[in-house]
């Protein structure tokens, strides 16, 4: 899938923090990442940093990962935030780097989730746990949010819960779906001890 031509989150950059601040259930966030923990934490699709500026006192070291240059912006003002514009479908880390990998309401943002999906297990460590947060379009209110980013042609695509496990699976993961949230649901991605690359490009 093309790349869109534009940035659709320049202008609300500034605000976004306020925007959703809501909508971040820490607690569950950090029972399904296993945290506190060490090594470094990937946040994917990170956007201002506001997942990892919560998240980075219960790891070693915090890269916040985002292709939108107003996004990132906002993520290099917040203390203690390594910040780098990039692809999650192009990933410029070794493989196994980190310990943890986080995605929170992003997954629909990336522009080939298959491709997303075997850079994040390539630069999971063995024994690393990765964890994404997407509203559950298996939900009726989702599902006229998925409607509406079509609409504002922001390229997105919701996949179902199962469908984002699926991905996993086949690359031999261990995974959990959480659905017990009122609209979002939670994936989680444990890789085996001594896995290797596999499905890695």
């Not at 925007?19 to 296993?34: Q, T």
């Not at 559950?136 to 509406?148: D, M, R, S, T």
Request: aromatic share 10%.
């Amino acid at each position: 899938m093309a790349k869109p031509w534009f940035d659709p989150f320049h202008w609300v950059a500034p605000v976004y923090d306020n925007l959703v601040r809501w909508f971040l259930s820490v607690d569950r966030l950090r029972h399904h990442l296993a945290l506190p923990a060490s090594g470094w934490l990937l946040d994917a699709g990170g956007g201002t940093g506001r997942v990892a500026r919560v998240l980075q006192p219960l790891v070693g070291d915090v890269v916040v990962v985002d292709y939108s240059h107003a996004m990132l912006r906002q993520a290099v003002h917040k203390k203690g935030l390594k910040a780098v514009r990039a692809q999650v479908e192009h990933l410029p880390f070794p493989d196994g780097f980190f310990s943890r990998v986080v995605v929170v309401d992003a997954f629909h943002h990336f522009h080939d989730q298959h491709l997303a999906v075997r850079e994040l297990w390539r630069v999971l460590a063995p024994g690393g746990r990765l964890v994404i947060e997407e509203p559950n379009v298996e939900k009726p209110h989702v599902k006229l949010i998925a409607l509406g980013e079509r609409l504002a042609l922001m390229g997105s695509r919701f996949y179902p819960p199962d469908t984002m496990a699926a991905l996993f699976h086949a690359l031999g993961a261990r995974v959990t779906v959480d659905r017990s949230g009122h609209l979002n649901v939670w994936v989680i991605v444990d890789k085996p001890e001594g896995e290797s690359r596999r499905g890695g490009t």
